[in-house]
């Protein structure tokens, strides 16, 4: 996990993969602050789980076979996506802050809808 975010990170945001996912790197992405932004790498069949401060994010994907690292990815091969919608991490009329959970296993009947992008929107 990679965190650049200046507030502090009080909401839980949870990536499911399913073993037949290809590994991937997650990114959220602050909507009002683009330089904002936290990653996870999820291995397939795992479920990660990490804290993200208060606010609005875009989610991407990265997704592929071989990792290069950080700043190469997944190589030419890089396979970018990003979520049809934004995810809201704020804090409930009863103090209680609301989270995100994310099952990333294919599902005919599922309802995240991830949309492919080029690596400069990456």
């Not at 990679?2 to 909401?11: I, K, P, T």
């Not at 990265?62 to 190469?72: K, L, N, P, Q, T």
């Not at 959970?101 to 690596?119: A, C, F, V, Y």
Request: with cysteine; hydrophobic share 35%.
């Amino acid at each position: 996990m990679q965190s650049h975010v200046d507030n502090e990170c009080l909401a839980r945001f949870k990536v499911t993969s399913s073993a037949e996912s290809p590994p991937c790197l997650i990114k959220l992405v602050d909507v009002s602050d683009e330089s904002n932004f936290v990653t996870a790498f999820v291995n397939p069949g795992e479920t990660v789980s990490i804290l993200v401060p208060l606010g609005s994010y875009e989610m991407s994907c990265a997704a592929g076979i071989i990792w290069y690292g950080v700043e190469y990815l997944f190589g030419p091969r890089t396979l970018y996506t990003k979520a049809d919608k934004i995810y809201d991490f704020k804090e409930g009329p009863s103090g209680r802050i609301d989270g995100w959970s994310i099952d990333m296993t294919p599902r005919t009947e599922g309802n995240l809808q991830m949309d492919d992008i080029g690596k400069g929107q990456w």
